[in-house]
């Protein structure tokens, strides 16, 4: 979250005012306890009396349901203030992961609040709820800086001592399917280079998420859910068996092993699932077919879950149909997504 610590005190009487309603202009803590004490500053730069440890119930939460990954539906909550309208002509390169430092409701009353100078696109609650303040062709306050403001989009995470003290899985699931869904739309690398922390930006002094935010987890959870497409499907190759010779009534096992070098994670049984396939996909080699999935596809990745950076390995056997010499060109793919990098791999089928 960006703060203006020069604005806080009056952001802080505000939000009181705004929250409580004006009547004797006392606000009361025991009705609204979200507004209660803690003013838009950092906890950990406030003496522990300032600190409020307890709190009547929140309004209720409905946790969504634990199912990954799944389709975000936000809820449209949008700040009247705090944006800019469009981007300047900027493109949208970068994802910025936050943390609240304060309560989810206190969060979306400072981002409709001009005088906190602070906004985000996006607001996940402890239990995964996700709130949309600012469109993502509009510019959100929230990295401190305005370049990156107009190249990115902003995705706070509550995080508050007293509502939701760590990151829960339901956030995790819900940024994670909350990123594929922003790279999909807008076309954003998922990787460390494009989704980064506030504490990643140029010149902050902010080191928000901190520590305990894990991304290599968050980073393999976008990987489930990133839509397979010729920016997030790549492969690099590992090794091949030695090329079959073999007699008319001979099989013989092939096998190829791929990195997956892409963003989006090979997932067996998916819409994610890595195949080895025949480029062009022509059946003209199918007489050489055993068992293959399809007649341009003789494998399907044996692994369930095959991650960045993870090799899949790819078998299929041949039978020696007819007697010659066959080239068997191959290129991993993901059917309905896209095709793997070419590196022109074949095999040879010699069959006596
Ligand atoms: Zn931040």
Redesign the pocket.
């Known amino acids: 979250?960006?703060r203006l610590l020069r604005r806080s005190v009056v952001a802080v009487a505000i939000l009181l005012t705004s929250a409580v309603g004006i009547t004797d202009g006392i606000p009361r803590p025991s009705e609204h306890p979200d507004a209660a004490v803690v003013p838009l500053l950092d906890p950990a730069a406030m003496p522990e009396s300032a600190i409020p440890v307890a709190r009547a119930a929140m309004t209720s939460r409905s946790a969504p349901s634990l199912r990954f990954p799944y389709v975000p539906e936000p809820e449209y909550i949008t700040s009247p203030t705090n944006y800019w309208a469009g981007r300047d002509g900027a493109s949208i390169d970068y994802i910025v992961i936050?943390?609240t430092d304060i309560s989810y409701a206190r969060t979306l009353r400072a981002f409709s609040n001009l005088a906190s100078d602070v906004s985000a696109h996006y607001v996940i609650r402890g239990d995964g709820h996700i709130a949309q303040i600012v469109a993502e062709g509009d510019t959100a306050w929230?990295?401190g800086n305005a370049w990156y403001n107009r190249h990115s989009i902003g995705i706070?995470l509550e995080l508050d001592r007293v509502t939701n003290p760590v990151f829960t899985t339901e956030q995790y699931y819900a940024g994670a399917s909350l990123v594929c869904a922003i790279s999909a739309r807008q076309d954003v690398p998922l990787d460390r280079d494009h989704v980064i922390g506030?504490n990643e930006v140029p010149g902050t002094t902010?080191t928000?998420p901190g520590p305990t935010w894990d991304w290599p987890h968050f980073m393999w959870l976008t990987s489930l859910c990133a839509p397979p497409t010729s920016a997030t499907v790549h492969a690099s190759f590992v090794s091949e068996t030695p090329y079959p010779e073999i007699t008319a009534d001979d099989k013989a096992l092939v096998s190829v092993v791929l990195r997956n070098t892409g963003s989006t994670a090979w997932r067996k049984g998916t819409d994610q699932e890595a195949r080895l396939g025949i480029p062009g996909t022509s059946p003209d080699l199918a007489f050489l077919a055993d068992n293959w999935p399809a007649p341009e596809r003789p494998a399907i990745q044996q692994e369930d879950i095959v991650p960045p950076g993870g090799t899949a390995t790819f078998s299929f056997r041949v039978k020696g149909a007819v007697p010659g010499v066959f080239v068997v060109p191959l290129r991993g793919v993901v059917d309905g997504g896209a095709w793997m990098d070419d590196m022109g791999m074949f095999t040879v089928v010699t069959v006596r």
């Open positions: 979250m960006q936050h943390y929230h990295s706070e506030h902010h928000d």
